[in-house]
């Protein structure tokens, strides 16, 4: 990896900063229902409103650091 821009260690940030991504992504999923005419409660959560935004952006910070961080000379 001599003449790679990113480190091994970059590489391993970018794909924890994707599956915190796709994990805020699954905790927003759901809260529909089966009939158009109730509503549903669930759609408000906490979990949906305020953690799996701060999951996706944590993951979006990691994602950046690992591809700008410069990696170590050798």
Do not use: H, Y
Request: net charge positive; aromatic share 6%; no cysteine.
């Amino acid at each position: 990896m001599a003449n790679f821009s990113v480190s091994r260690r970059g590489v391993r940030n970018i794909l924890i900063g994707l599956i915190m991504m796709i994990a805020g992504f699954i905790l927003m999923m759901g809260g529909g229902s089966a009939d158009l005419n109730v509503f549903n409660p669930q759609m408000f959560s906490f979990a949906r409103t305020v953690v799996a935004p701060i999951v996706i952006l944590l993951g979006i910070t990691v994602i950046i650091i690992g591809i700008m961080k410069k990696p170590k000379e050798e």
